[in-house]
């Protein structure tokens, strides 16, 4: 079950020109030099390992160099709220799985492809910490930096490139070449868990226009609007709607709101929820939010094989605080048991081993 944040990492990103100013901005100069960028094409998911899509935010896309080689860029666009400290080992487990079904189909080839690892973080906990390189994770005999380097030779040597938008300045995002909807992107991911997105959404006007201008701008735009209306608070839904009435006409914008509202409010509706017309909207929206993101976490216990008793499961069901609903979301994606779930359990182990 993919949330939010994947859905519209991977509606983003999923587009060859849009991953192309991705990968631009985080490949090393001379790679981005060689690759061929009009060979760059989206792998179909029944190429990925069906054990790698984990979370179904993973991208694998494929080009040749300019001398003809072949070239495989898998991307997993993360989206966890905490930091993975084993980040570097999953990926590797990852490349391994996939130049092993590569070797499968092409018993005839003697010398695997490259294949580049990429992670884009935006979670909220500020910076990425996790190591980036697998060696990093090993315990390795020794007092002094000499000896552990003799232990380091002997272990795997692996390490994934990462795009941190968190430490990205909103200046040099908007400045990274790329379509609009890219640039409006990163942006969003960048501060769309901060407490400054309700206020920078205004100041990025004319790119939600250019947005608009593009080829397929009006369903570009309805994608970064509908997103932001599911994953924001009131300030960013009243700022949306503002950016939404500078770039589109009154009854446009009007009728793009209002859709989506009543759509959340129905939901809400549904659950009994309405209040009555004066405070229908903001509170029917605000219950079909809480809602929705509570049915779709115990989805994910569901399908992950977590027992769920009833007390827990009306617990989730009542809750009506969102930030409490999208840390329960992100730690169902991986966890084991309802209590790394509700009372953070792994949350924690993770932050001390990290």
């Known amino acids: ?21 991705e990968l631009r901005a985080v490949l090393p100069a001379h790679v981005v030099s060689e690759v061929d960028w009009s060979s760059l094409r989206l792998e179909p998911s029944s190429v ?10 993973d991208l694998l896309f494929s080009a040749r160099l300019r001398t003809g080689r072949s070239l495989l860029l898998y991307v997993l666009l993360e989206h966890q709220s905490t930091v993975d400290r084993w980040m570097a080992l999953r990926m590797l487990r990852y ?59 002997l272990v795997p040597s692996f390490e994934y490139l990462l795009d941190d938008l968190t430490a990205e300045r909103e200046e040099a995002l908007k400045a990274r070449p790329g379509p609009p909807l890219a640039r409006l992107a990163w942006l969003v991911l960048r501060y ?32 970064v609007i509908r997103y932001l209306l599911w994953t924001g608070d009131k300030a960013v839904h009243d700022a949306a709607g503002q950016v939404l009435h500078s770039v589109l006409d009154e009854q446009r914008a009007e009728e793009l709101m209002r859709s989506y509202g009543e759509e959340l409010i129905e939901q809400g509706r549904q659950q009994g929820l309405e209040k009555g ?31 769920v008793d009833e007390g827990a499961r009306q617990r989730i069901l009542d809750c009506t ?13 991986q966890a084991t048991t309802l209590s790394e779930v509700l009372d953070g359990g792994a949350h924690a182990s993770r932050r001390k081993d990290s």
């Open 277 to 307: 017309l004066a405070r229908g909207r903001e509170e029917g929206l605000a219950r079909g939010l809480s809602r929705g993101r509570a049915e779709d976490i115990l989805r994910i216990l569901t399908r992950r094989g977590v027992h």
């Open 1 to 21: 079950m993919p949330g939010p944040h994947d859905l519209f990492a991977r509606y983003t990103f999923g587009r060859p020109e849009r991953a192309e100013a």
């Open 48 to 57: 990925v390992d069906p054990e790698l899509r984990e979370t179904e935010s």
């Open 321 to 333: 605080d969102m930030d409490t609903l999208d840390s329960w979301f992100d730690r169902a994606l």
């Open 95 to 153: 490349v391994v799985r996939q130049v092993e079904r590569w070797r499968q189909e092409h018993p005839e080839r003697s010398l695997l492809p490259v294949i580049i690892p990429l992670v884009m973080y935006h979670g909220p906990e500020g910076a990425w910490t996790a190591p980036r390189r697998v060696e990093d994770l090993f315990e390795l005999p020794g007092e002094i930096e000499e000896e552990r380097k003799r232990w380091r030779a």
């Open 192 to 223: 769309g868990r901060t407490e400054e997105l309700a206020r920078k959404l205004p100041e990025w006007v004319s790119l939600f226009a250019q947005v608009h201008a593009a080829p397929e701008g009006a369903e570009h735009l309805v994608v």
